[in-house]
């Protein structure tokens, strides 16, 4: 009989123990209502297990081995699994667990399905965790990993989740194939050392809500997202620390008005291959160094900035910025950069407003690309420009420059009102400067030199 009113009788025996010196063959049982339904210290092997109303469903302990296919756990106060030793689980399904699967020794499991819990699984210091497909729905964390621990997850489908990725203190956490639905957030953190979140198709954040944080990321080590798709709903990425947080083949779609969708922030290093991102708010970076490859920047009907930039050191190649065209669009901007340095092979903007606004920023780029927008292409304000091929293209000024200095090769000026204005301050140098249907009275004109 249950002790209380409120309490289902978990821990009335204290339940059933292979010792150390024993090995146990328990198939198609049901054991229910102890502090630990069957706990291992020797070796077992089991099949068609069923365990109930537990402190501990199936705890293996340090020493202890086991072999189970079919196990079934339905509420467990305080561990569905419990694994110190070595343990082989085939196809178990963990109902209403405090924390489903608890690893700090060597675990592999096949079709794990947890559903109702506060956490699916969480290795700890000196496991070594695999799981070989993972279905979880109404947990509030779906997974984590402690320092010290290795974690391997392969094809994982989250439903109804607070937070997919618990990262704190992870050194080694990888997951390969995750698709997530209905859920809030997908990583969240403290000083995440070494994660991986490999083919990822993910739908996060809240419709109805004015903004929430779908990735808070404070990486002290390698971080990576690769080949991932992730819709966010009035929610935004955030990446941090002093590591190197990585996105390769990455694709950002947000709804989120009136905040950057995607933000790195701190002294660390964030590396781009392949991204895109499709959001009116845009990217914005603060003190972080990049490494940018193939990034795509859209802002749709949005102002931008598409990325703004303040401070740190910037290799790119190839970084397109762009909007959709209006020809009332007096205020979107495609790159604000203020107080660092950048190194380009290829930047462009499209139907943006002012293309580039760099103040006190040193750019090098083999060529500018500045291209139908409605203010300038290129506005600099003490600030340095070098660049091997620029083109601008029908915005009233093409180059706007205050107390800088513009070095071309080649420069393109196709339909301005006037190609380059520059003040008393400014100078250029412009080898080969090809001016196409202006419609001023100057190619150049200003005070400076």
Same mark, same amino acid.
């Given at each position: 009989?249950?002790?209380?009113?409120?309490?289902?009788?978990?821990?009335?025996?204290?339940?059933?123990?292979?010792? @150390?010196?024993?090995?146990?063959?328990?198939?198609?049982?049901?054991?229910?209502?102890?502090?630990?339904? *069957?706990? $291992?210290?020797?070796?077992?092997?089991?099949?068609?297990?069923?365990?109930?109303?537990?402190?501990?469903?199936?705890?293996?302990?340090?020493?202890?081995?086991?072999?189970?296919?079919?196990? &079934?756990?339905?509420?467990?106060?305080?561990?569905?699994?419990?694994?110190? /030793?070595?343990?082989?689980?085939?196809?178990?399904?963990?109902?209403?667990?405090?924390?489903? *699967?608890?690893?700090?020794?060597?675990?592999?499991?096949?079709?794990? +399905?947890? #559903?109702?819990?506060?956490?699916?699984?969480?290795?700890?210091?000196?496991?070594?965790?695999? =799981?070989?497909?993972?279905?979880?729905?109404?947990?509030?964390?779906?997974?984590? @990993?402690?320092?010290?621990?290795? $974690?391997?997850?392969?094809?994982?489908?989250?439903?109804?989740? #607070? *937070?997919?990725?618990? /990262?704190?203190? @992870?050194? @080694?956490?990888?997951?390969?194939?995750?698709?997530?639905?209905?859920?809030?957030?997908?990583?969240?953190?403290?000083?995440?050392?070494? *994660?991986?979140?490999?083919?990822?198709?993910?739908?996060?954040?809240?419709?109805?809500?004015?903004?929430?944080?779908?990735?808070?990321?404070?990486?002290?080590?390698?971080?990576? !997202?690769?080949?991932?798709?992730?819709?966010?709903?009035?929610?935004?990425?955030?990446?941090?620390?002093?590591?190197?947080?990585?996105?390769?083949?990455?694709?950002?779609?947000?709804?989120?008005?009136?905040?950057?969708?995607?933000?790195?922030?701190?002294?660390?290093?964030?590396?781009?291959?392949?991204?895109?991102?499709?959001?009116?708010? /845009?990217?914005?970076? %603060?003190? =972080?160094?990049?490494?940018?490859?193939?990034?795509?920047? #859209?802002?749709?009907?949005? =102002?931008?900035?598409?990325?703004?930039?303040?401070?740190?050191?910037?290799?790119?190649?190839?970084?397109?910025?762009? %909007?959709?065209? %209006?020809?009332?669009?007096?205020?979107?901007?495609?790159?604000?950069?203020?107080?660092?340095?950048?190194?380009?092979?290829?930047?462009?903007?499209?139907?943006?407003?002012?293309?580039? $606004?760099?103040?006190?920023?040193?750019?090098?780029?083999?060529? !500018?690309?500045?291209?139908?927008?409605?203010?300038?292409?290129?506005?600099?304000?003490?600030?340095?420009? +070098?660049? #091997?091929?620029?083109?601008?293209?029908?915005?009233?000024?093409?180059?706007?420059?205050?107390?800088?200095?513009?070095?071309?090769?080649?420069?393109?000026?196709?339909?301005?009102?006037?190609?380059?204005?520059?003040?008393?301050? &400014?100078?250029?140098?412009?080898?080969?400067?090809? =001016?196409?249907?202006?419609?001023?009275?100057?190619?150049?004109?200003?005070?400076?030199?």
């Amino acid at each position: 009989t249950p002790l209380t009113a409120g309490s289902h009788g978990s821990g009335l025996w204290p339940g059933v123990t292979v010792d @150390a010196s024993s090995t146990a063959w328990i198939n198609g049982s049901d054991i229910s209502g102890a502090e630990g339904c *069957l706990i $291992v210290a020797g070796t077992l092997n089991a099949d068609g297990l069923g365990l109930s109303k537990c402190m501990v469903g199936l705890g293996v302990d340090a020493g202890g081995a086991a072999t189970v296919e079919d196990l &079934s756990v339905n509420t467990a106060d305080v561990y569905g699994v419990r694994n110190d /030793g070595t343990l082989d689980l085939i196809m178990p399904f963990l109902t209403n667990t405090s924390i489903g *699967l608890i690893a700090a020794g060597t675990t592999t499991v096949s079709d794990l +399905h947890i #559903d109702v819990a506060l956490q699916g699984i969480k290795a700890t210091s000196g496991a070594d965790l695999t =799981v070989l497909g993972l279905t979880t729905t109404d947990v509030r964390i779906a997974m984590g @990993a402690d320092a010290g621990a290795l $974690v391997e997850v392969h094809d994982a489908d989250v439903d109804g989740a #607070d *937070l997919v990725v618990d /990262g704190s203190d @992870a050194e @080694a956490l990888e997951v390969h194939g995750l698709e997530v639905t209905n859920s809030e957030r997908l990583v969240q953190g403290v000083a995440v050392q070494g *994660l991986l979140l490999q083919d990822v198709m993910a739908t996060l954040g809240d419709s109805t809500a004015a903004w929430s944080s779908a990735m808070d990321l404070p990486c002290t080590g390698t971080c990576t !997202i690769t080949n991932a798709s992730l819709t966010l709903l009035n929610a935004s990425l955030h990446t941090s620390g002093t590591g190197t947080s990585t996105f390769e083949d990455v694709v950002v779609t947000s709804s989120l008005v009136g905040r950057p969708a995607v933000q790195s922030t701190g002294n660390g290093h964030v590396v781009a291959d392949g991204l895109t991102v499709m959001a009116e708010g /845009g990217v914005l970076l %603060r003190d =972080v160094d990049t490494t940018l490859e193939a990034t795509h920047v #859209d802002l749709g009907l949005g =102002v931008g900035p598409a990325v703004d930039l303040m401070a740190g050191t910037h290799a790119w190649g190839e970084v397109v910025l762009e %909007r959709r065209y %209006r020809s009332h669009d007096l205020s979107s901007v495609g790159l604000v950069a203020r107080f660092t340095t950048i190194e380009a092979d290829a930047l462009t903007s499209w139907n943006l407003s002012s293309g580039l $606004v760099l103040e006190s920023t040193d750019l090098h780029a083999s060529s !500018i690309h500045a291209m139908d927008g409605r203010e300038v292409g290129l506005h600099a304000l003490d600030a340095s420009v +070098h660049v #091997d091929d620029l083109s601008t293209r029908v915005s009233p000024k093409g180059v706007d420059l205050t107390g800088s200095h513009l070095q071309v090769s080649t420069w393109s000026a196709d339909r301005h009102a006037l190609a380059l204005d520059l003040d008393g301050t &400014s100078s250029a140098t412009v080898r080969d400067f090809e =001016v196409v249907g202006g419609t001023g009275s100057a190619d150049a004109l200003g005070d400076g030199a």
